[in-house]
């Protein structure tokens, strides 16, 4: 696809990154649990003291995806590494190779930071994507279960 391009995503670009971002969540069926707003995405994303990053994939200048990464640690390799929390094309653009384009751009920013891995979460259910990512030669990784603490039991746990 010649005319495909990933970039930076902007501050002005905080209203498309949320449509994206309650499209996938729609997608994952969870789009009741999106929360956030344009004014919280241009802080979390766009300010001075940002962790995570976010990138566009346009073609002819529209917009048809969005990733959204940061840097984690590996205390076993000694290196960071670079994690995935979104990806997402939409429907109508699936297949045409923009998926695949966004992971090889982050994998090259992982190699040019010296990044000593990639990784993301899939949901078990999402075969579609389970399958591309396998065709690219990703790995699951199913001895690990993922905790999460949040709402009121992280603020009481805080608390206590």
């Known amino acids: 696809m010649s005319n495909l391009v990933i970039r930076a995503?902007?501050?002005e670009d905080a209203a498309t990154i949320l449509r994206f971002i309650i499209d996938l969540a729609s997608y994952e069926k969870a789009a009741h649990?999106?929360?956030t707003n344009i004014a919280a995405i241009e802080r979390s994303l766009f300010s001075s003291d940002s962790t995570a990053y976010a990138l566009l994939c346009e073609v002819d200048g529209q917009a048809i995806g969005f990733a959204v990464y940061f840097f984690n640690y590996s205390t076993w390799l000694g290196k960071n590494g670079l994690y995935l929390e979104d990806l997402y094309i939409a429907p109508e653009h699936r297949g045409s190779g923009a998926g695949k384009a966004i992971l090889k751009y982050l994998a090259k920013l992982a190699v040019t930071n010296n990044c000593g891995r990639v990784e993301w979460a899939v949901l078990n259910w999402n075969q579609p994507a389970i399958d591309f990512y396998q065709a690219i030669g990703a790995k699951p990784q199913d001895e690990w279960t993922t905790y999460r603490i949040t709402g009121v039991a992280l603020?009481?746990?805080?608390?206590?």
């Open 9 to 11: 995503a902007q501050i």
């Open 33 to 35: 649990e999106v929360t």
């Open 155 to 160: 603020s009481k746990f805080a608390a206590d």
